[in-house]
Structures are given as structure tokens and as C-alpha cells.
């Protein structure tokens, strides 16, 4: 990686037991949280009589699940933090288009932390849309552009606290420094470029081109 450019995955991406270490070290004591990994399906448990902390349980050993429910948790008000997966309730695949519209509505932010998360790891990062089943193939390319236009915009007008908080322990540990908007910029067009060159090739017509002029627009 030089100076100039921010790469999609680093040459030595974080895998999931250096992402517990790091999470854990950061979170433990100050928010009595911890993460683990292992778990069939993705969780967060509230703390209990039988479990101090909180705890935040990723699939199997997949470091984009760690990353995936990380942003979901640094976006979780303080009342969401006591419930069971925050309060959420989730629509499973085969999804209607009006379900998925509003699953895609609650997943702009915390997909677009998981991306700026994910380039500070190392780790190659993708949208979920988690509908394989559902009447109609969702809009990748289109909701890439979304979580893409929030992640520059919330870089520009400040991240969340902890994002804030975690990411230099990710940038340290994969040996980067932290990036210039122009950087990011350019990160998020040569994603918006695979997502774009996926849509042709699976002919599914793209919403917006890569070439898009930027906007910096406050997201949804």
C-alpha cells in the first residue's frame, strides 16, 4: 500500500483471534463487553446473574462476521445494549422487496462502519444483503453507492465514539496510518468499480455508474 491509496485488503489482514484480542483488550473493562467467536449464528447477549459482561458472539471463525456485528454493537443506543440482539427483530431470507427495503434501510450505517472498519483490518469487504431466496435479487450496486455515500459522509462529520475508539487499534495493528478523505474516496470508487463489473457480468442493471461524480450527502 502507498501513501496515496488505501488497499481493499492488506497484505496481512487481521484474522479472528487477533480481532478478539483487540476488541476485547479496548471494550472489556470500559464497556464490559466482550467478543467471541464460534457461535453458529451471530448474537448479542445482554449481561446477566449468570454472565457479567456483554457479549458479542460472531460465526464460526469468519473475521468479516467479527467486523459485521462490531458495527452493529458501536451503533447500539445504550437502551439497545441491554436488550436481547438490541431489541431487532429479523425478517430471515426469502424476504418480500418491502421487507427487504426495510432491512436495507437498518443496514446503510452499520455496513458502512463495517467498511471503514474492514479497510483498517485488512480485510476485503463485500455488502450483505442476505436474500438469496427472496422474489427479486436485491440491488447490490445501489446499495453499495448508500453505504459507500455514509461512510464518507459520517468520516467527514465525525464517526461514532467507538469506532473512533477502536479504529487506531486496528490501523496500528496492520501497520497503516490513518487516511485522508481522498484516500477513502478512492477506496470506496475502486469498490463501487467491482460491484459495478459484478453487476455486468450477472446482468443486473447498475443504478448508479462507478464513474458517479462523489456526493458528500448525510446518509439514511
Known amino acids: 500500500m502507498t501513501s496515496t491509496e488505501v488497499s481493499q485488503t492488506h497484505s ?8 478478539i484480542r483487540l476488541f476485547n483488550s479496548c471494550f472489556q473493562d470500559s464497556e464490559q463487553t466482550v467478543l467471541i467467536g464460534g457461535a453458529t449464528e451471530p448474537l448479542y447477549a445482554p449481561n446477566s446473574n449468570r454472565y457479567p459482561y456483554h457479549r458479542i458472539f460472531f460465526a464460526h471463525d469468519y473475521v468479516r462476521s467479527s467486523l459485521h456485528e462490531i458495527a452493529h454493537w458501536m451503533l447500539a443506543g445504550k437502551v439497545r445494549r441491554h436488550l436481547l440482539d438490541y431489541g431487532y427483530w429479523y425478517a430471515p431470507d426469502g424476504r418480500t422487496p418491502s421487507q427487504q ?7 446503510v450505517q452499520p455496513q458502512a462502519m463495517e467498511w471503514i472498519l474492514s479497510l483498517a483490518a485488512g480485510v476485503a469487504f463485500e455488502v450483505s444483503l442476505d436474500n438469496l ?3 427479486c435479487p436485491p440491488d447490490r450496486v445501489a446499495f453499495t453507492n448508500r ?3 455514509c ?6 462529520n465525525g464517526l461514532p465514539p467507538r469506532v473512533e475508539q477502536f479504529l487506531p487499534k486496528l490501523l496500528e495493528a496492520t501497520g497503516q496510518e490513518r487516511w485522508t478523505h481522498a ?3 478512492e477506496a470506496a470508487q475502486k469498490l463501487r468499480a467491482v460491484e459495478h463489473e ?3 457480468r ?15 450527502r448525510c446518509c439514511a
Open 12 to 19: 496481512t489482514p487481521l484474522q479472528a483471534d487477533h480481532m
Open 101 to 107: 427495503a426495510a432491512f436495507e434501510a437498518v443496514e
Open 133 to 135: 431466496s427472496g422474489d
Open 147 to 149: 453505504v459507500l455515500d
Open 151 to 156: 461512510a464518507l459522509a459520517r468520516w467527514l
Open 183 to 185: 484516500q477513502l474516496l
Open 198 to 200: 459484478r453487476a455486468k
Open 202 to 216: 450477472s446482468g443486473q442493471s447498475c443504478i448508479l455508474p462507478p464513474e458517479r461524480i462523489e456526493k458528500e
